[in-house]
């Protein structure tokens, strides 16, 4: 039998294949539209007569064999990335663009994915390879939305740093970087831009000569560096911290108005307080407690949290949300505050005051008399606080030292609020949470924005007290919005990896404490260890290298626990005037409980909360840094007229490169060179987190308390170098290397390390 041949599908129209790449921008040639059309043998012959002919009409274009309709961008775009819009997202532009053809140059706003590689974080004057495609509703005269396939070029080396004159004209730049000292660039007289002297300015680097300095020419004025209070501007900028709020934002932030009762329960005469730091200027948290009349609960207590509700006033899409999800944090300076929102909304309308009618999402526990949760509910309340407290006032007024603000609290307030802190604790203890002893250092300064000292503030009962309050209503909001199903963003902390479990395990066998090997450890295994040493030599050590060996916290729309705190779900809800995650489990709380309008969009679904989770972590180690970084130069500027001066610390961190100290008094980090410890050679022995004399066995540790001389302070760059005084731990005959025990060191260096030693002690 004979099989007539397959039929053919009909040939496409003009107008068929148009809107076919239409669909498929830049994704397709040839071949695609073929098969698609299934067209074969002659009939591709035909398909290119066709395409020659749109191309020659102007309605095709083809780039790197893809076609697309003319005065449209192909998916896969070569762009330059020129700014930033008022969001502070990245906006590029397709490097090659005929306006005269196609009209103006299309805009690309850069979505970064949840996970970005290094090869897909780009910035402002990279050129890269991006995948576009057009977004469904133009936003800001911007038509399309790209991701970093690949960044071509980076930008031009930009470098900030303190421009400082110099009398023939011109200047140079001291950077701020750490790892730049001794780097400095030359600015011509030309090349200025009118920075003045102590200016902070940004500059572009210009090619290296062989030589004299590499030069470099003034960008933009950041600001005057003339005083410790200006300190943290260098961290902003160099850390890119959005610290200017919009008009938009301001804008908005400025008509906000209070809501009334409707729709809210009426909590006003609640004993609620808050109990803050005592230079707060915010309040978004308030507490109350009382015994539970439950004959079935005895012993029990009812613990309430209110919190500001933030939500009311910051809806999503708004200016105020965009310019939040953007700074993700507050970042807290000695000097200042970068609020994540604005001072009208977090120092006016959401700061529960006292004696003012505040709106607030409020959850209600009740615990029983060994501290664990029973059940708990959410409300959507006005609430008036009763009284503004600070730690220490609240601590002195229980110990029986009562000002006018607090005698009439402590019977009706405080006493039922630490009765049931008193059951939190056995809660906490059974739990077995990570116990790390590493105070926390503040930073006072004087009227002028000068250090004045720098305290370590004393742990009381009452920061206890709020602590665990807010984590049991974190865990409350993680419970209700997973029961819900809804959508959140946890805060998560992942155990410590096997390879940090195993590093800690050798170094503990150095100082004779055993640790299992293998396994999965849990927070009261590192406890059990923290308990071995407490009150001994090696106490801080330890501590130390327990920290060290943790994972960072951090956000994510997954959940996989909260190791340190030993518990399995956990988000922040406490705080949604300063942080974003807050604000996002909030919303999540008023959708699932059907508290409002104004609660998480649907279209934040699980991949749009990773995407944020993502951006407000990355957000919230940028805010530790410039934190931290802002500290070590108050602090390099405080020790700065103090060069020759002798301190007492402890050897903070041991590398290759040498050894970091901690001084007792001020906190302070500074280095000591390795080829400045002495006249033997040390090495780096990293299970012992120590330096080791190769002839000696003179052994410099982690932990190890030390005399040091500054001997430099590079206050711009927060950086402090001292030189060792005291010696190392020396080994015993039966320890110390065989080469020394035999043969010893020669005469003249013998003579020169003691010479050494001695100008040290001295």
């Given at each position: 039998?004979?099989?007539?041949?397959?039929?053919?599908?009909?040939?496409?129209?003009?107008?068929?294949?148009?809107?076919f790449i239409g669909e498929n921008p830049g994704k397709i040639g040839t071949r695609e539209i073929a098969r698609a059309f299934g067209l074969k043998n002659d009939r591709r012959v035909e398909l290119k007569r066709m395409l020659r002919e749109l191309a020659d009409e102007g309605r095709v274009e083809a780039r790197h064999k893809k076609l697309h309709h003319p005065g449209t961008l192909p998916s896969v775009t070569l762009a330059d990335i020129t700014g930033r819009d008022s969001d502070g997202e990245l906006i590029a532009t397709p490097t090659e663009w005929d306006e005269d053809a196609h009209g103006p140059v299309p805009k690309i706003r850069i979505v970064t994915p949840r996970k970005a590689r290094p090869h897909e974080v780009a910035g402002v004057?990279?050129?890269?390879?991006?995948?576009?495609?057009?977004?469904?509703?133009?936003?800001?005269?911007?038509?399309?939305?790209?991701?970093?396939?690949?960044?071509?070029?980076?930008?031009?080396?930009?470098?900030?740093?303190?421009?400082?004159?110099?009398?023939?004209?011109?200047?140079?730049?001291?950077?701020?970087?750490?790892?730049?000292?001794?780097?400095?660039?030359?600015?011509?007289?030309?090349?200025?831009?009118?920075?003045?002297?102590?200016?902070?300015?940004?500059?572009?680097?210009?090619?290296?000569?062989?030589?004299?300095?590499?030069?470099?020419?003034?960008?933009?004025?950041?600001?005057?560096?003339?005083?410790?209070?200006?300190?943290?501007?260098?961290?902003?900028?160099?850390?890119?911290?959005?610290?200017?709020?919009?008009?938009?934002?301001?804008?908005?932030?400025?008509?906000?108005?209070?809501?009334?009762?409707?729709?809210?329960?009426?909590?006003?005469?609640?004993?609620?307080?808050?109990?803050?730091?005592?230079?707060?200027?915010?309040?978004?948290?308030?507490?109350?407690?009382?015994?539970?009349?439950?004959?079935?609960?005895?012993?029990?207590?009812?613990?309430?949290?209110?919190?500001?509700?933030?939500?009311?006033?910051?809806?999503?899409?708004?200016?105020?949300?965009?310019?939040?999800?953007?700074?993700?944090?507050?970042?807290?300076?000695?000097?200042?505050?970068?609020?994540?929102?604005?001072?009208?909304?977090?120092?006016?309308?959401?700061?529960?005051?006292?004696?003012?009618?505040?709106?607030?999402?409020?959850?209600?526990?009740?615990?029983?008399?060994?501290?664990?949760?029973?059940?708990?509910?959410?409300?959507?309340?006005?609430?008036?606080?009763?009284?503004?407290?600070?730690?220490?006032?609240?601590?002195?007024?229980?110990?029986?030292?009562?000002?006018?603000?607090?005698?009439?609290?402590?019977?009706?307030?405080?006493?039922?609020?630490?009765?049931?802190?008193?059951?939190?604790?056995?809660?906490?203890?059974?739990?077995?949470?990570?116990?790390?002893?590493?105070?926390?250092?503040?930073?006072?300064?004087?009227?002028?924005?000068?250090?004045?000292?720098?305290?370590?503030?004393?742990?009381?009962?009452?920061?206890?007290?709020?602590?665990?309050?807010?984590?049991?209503?974190?865990?409350?909001?993680?419970?209700?919005?997973?029961?819900?199903?809804?959508?959140?963003?946890?805060?998560?902390?992942?155990?410590?990896?096997?390879?940090?479990?195993?590093?800690?395990?050798?170094?503990?066998?150095?100082?004779?404490?055993?640790?299992?090997?293998?396994?999965?450890?849990?927070?009261?295994?590192?406890?059990?260890?923290?308990?071995?040493?407490?009150?001994?030599?090696?106490?801080?050590?330890?501590?130390?290298?327990?920290?060290?060996?943790?994972?960072?916290?951090?956000?994510?729309?997954?959940?996989?626990?909260?190791?340190?705190?030993?518990?399995?779900?956990?988000?922040?809800?406490?705080?949604?005037?300063?942080?974003?995650?807050?604000?996002?489990?909030?919303?999540?709380?008023?959708?699932?409980?059907?508290?409002?309008?104004?609660?998480?969009?649907?279209?934040?679904?699980?991949?749009?909360?990773?995407?944020?989770?993502?951006?407000?972590?990355?957000?919230?180690?940028?805010?530790?840094?410039?934190?931290?970084?802002?500290?070590?130069?108050?602090?390099?500027?405080?020790?700065?007229?103090?060069?020759?001066?002798?301190?007492?610390?402890?050897?903070?961190?041991?590398?290759?490169?040498?050894?970091?100290?901690?001084?007792?008094?001020?906190?302070?980090?500074?280095?000591?060179?390795?080829?400045?410890?002495?006249?033997?050679?040390?090495?780096?022995?990293?299970?012992?987190?120590?330096?080791?004399?190769?002839?000696?066995?003179?052994?410099?540790?982690?932990?190890?308390?030390?005399?040091?001389?500054?001997?430099?302070?590079?206050?711009?760059?927060?950086?402090?170098?001292?030189?060792?005084?005291?010696?190392?731990?020396?080994?015993?005959?039966?320890?110390?290397?065989?080469?020394?025990?035999?043969?010893?060191?020669?005469?003249?260096?013998?003579?020169?390390?003691?010479?050494?030693?001695?100008?040290?002690?001295?």
């Open positions: 039998m004979i099989r007539p041949p397959p039929k053919q599908a009909p040939f496409p129209t003009k107008e068929a294949v148009l809107a004057g990279d050129r890269a390879l991006l995948r576009v495609e057009a977004n469904n509703e133009e936003r800001d005269s911007v038509r399309y939305s790209g991701r970093v396939i690949k960044i071509i070029d980076k930008a031009k080396a930009r470098a900030l740093g303190i421009f400082r004159a110099l009398p023939s004209g011109g200047g140079r730049l001291v950077p701020i970087d750490k790892k730049q000292l001794g780097k400095e660039l030359s600015i011509p007289r030309d090349a200025t831009n009118d920075a003045e002297d102590g200016d902070l300015i940004a500059v572009s680097v210009a090619q290296h000569s062989r030589l004299g300095l590499p030069t470099a020419r003034v960008e933009e004025r950041l600001g005057s560096i003339k005083s410790e209070r200006a300190i943290s501007l260098i961290a902003i900028h160099a850390h890119d911290i959005p610290h200017v709020f919009p008009v938009a934002v301001q804008a908005e932030a400025g008509a906000a108005r209070p809501p009334g009762p409707a729709g809210r329960e009426d909590w006003r005469k609640l004993l609620l307080v808050t109990i803050d730091p005592i230079d707060a200027k915010d309040h978004d948290d308030a507490v109350h407690a009382a015994t539970d009349p439950d004959p079935r609960n005895p012993g029990g207590h009812i613990i309430t949290v209110a919190i500001a509700d933030v939500a009311h006033y910051v809806r999503p899409g708004s200016a105020l949300d965009r310019e939040a999800v953007k700074r993700g944090n507050s970042v807290y300076f000695p000097d200042r505050v970068v609020p994540m929102l604005p001072e009208r909304i977090s120092n006016d309308l959401c700061s529960l005051k006292a004696g003012e009618d505040r709106a607030a999402l409020a959850v209600r526990m009740i615990v029983g008399p060994d501290g664990r949760k029973r059940s708990h509910t959410f409300h959507r309340v006005l609430m008036r606080s009763a009284a503004k407290l600070n730690y220490t006032q609240a601590q002195m007024a229980i110990g029986g030292r009562t000002d006018e603000d607090t005698a009439p609290l402590v019977d009706p307030v405080l006493k039922p609020l630490y009765a049931a802190y008193d059951a939190l604790k056995r809660a906490r203890e059974a739990r077995g949470p990570l116990d790390l002893d590493l105070p926390e250092r503040k930073i006072l300064l004087k009227a002028d924005g000068t250090v004045d000292r720098v305290i370590t503030p004393e742990r009381l009962e009452s920061h206890r007290l709020i602590e665990e309050f807010m984590i049991l209503a974190n865990v409350a909001a993680a419970e209700t919005l997973e029961h819900a199903r809804m959508p959140l963003i946890y805060r998560v902390h992942d155990e410590p990896s096997l390879e940090k479990v195993e590093a800690l395990r050798q170094f503990l066998e150095t100082l004779h404490i055993s640790m299992p090997k293998g396994g999965v450890m849990r927070a009261g295994q590192f406890n059990g260890i923290l308990d071995r040493v407490k009150g001994s030599d090696h106490e801080k050590l330890v501590n130390e290298v327990v920290l060290r060996s943790q994972a960072q916290a951090e956000y994510a729309a997954e959940n996989y626990g909260h190791f340190g705190l030993n518990l399995r779900r956990y988000a922040h809800f406490t705080s949604p005037i300063r942080r974003y995650a807050d604000l996002i489990v909030h919303r999540g709380l008023i959708r699932a409980l059907k508290f409002g309008a104004d609660g998480l969009p649907e279209s934040q679904d699980l991949p749009a909360l990773s995407e944020i989770a993502a951006r407000i972590s990355a957000a919230e180690r940028r805010a530790m840094k410039a934190e931290r970084e802002t500290n070590d130069r108050l602090i390099a500027h405080f020790l700065a007229d103090r060069i020759g001066a002798s301190f007492e610390g402890r050897i903070a961190g041991v590398t290759r490169a040498g050894l970091f100290v901690k001084l007792d008094d001020t906190g302070a980090d500074g280095f000591v060179p390795a080829r400045t410890l002495g006249q033997d050679y040390f090495r780096y022995e990293e299970a012992m987190h120590a330096m080791v004399g190769s002839r000696s066995g003179e052994t410099h540790r982690l932990g190890d308390r030390v005399t040091v001389k500054l001997v430099e302070a590079a206050p711009v760059a927060g950086a402090l170098r001292f030189e060792l005084l005291s010696e190392g731990r020396m080994p015993t005959s039966a320890q110390r290397p065989s080469s020394v025990r035999s043969y010893g060191k020669p005469r003249r260096e013998r003579d020169g390390a003691e010479r050494h030693r001695r100008g040290r002690r001295r």
